[in-house]
């Protein structure tokens, strides 16, 4: 599954987590945050994954630096948990300003 995120479109967190919520296929019993957002990708769901954030940097004004950091490094965290596992088993994240 290919998922795009346009950081210009996002305008704070809550936005962000809508926007991936949908992308993701997670319904209402999804709780958006970091911590929800994490367990259900450690969890592998689902898979695979490539997470395309285009316009990064308004994204990371939208979010803050603080926020977006910790956002880029639980996504990052969880790449490289999959980096040893199949293609069709992997998450991979990328990052474009």
């Not at 704070?12 to 970091?34: F, I, K, M, S, V």
Request: hydrophobic share 45%; glycine share 10%.
């Amino acid at each position: 599954m290919r998922v795009v995120i346009d950081g210009r479109c996002v305008l704070d967190e809550a936005e962000l987590h809508r926007r991936l919520a949908g992308a993701l296929g997670y319904g209402p019993g999804y709780q958006p945050g970091l911590d929800a957002l994490h367990e259900r990708l450690v969890a592998g769901d689902p898979r695979p994954v490539e997470l395309t954030c285009i316009n990064a940097s308004a994204l990371r004004m939208a979010l803050g630096i603080a926020r977006f950091e910790r956002f880029v490094a639980l996504l990052e965290s969880v790449e490289a948990m999959d980096a040893g596992k199949d293609w069709s088993e992997r998450f991979v994240i990328r990052l474009i300003d």
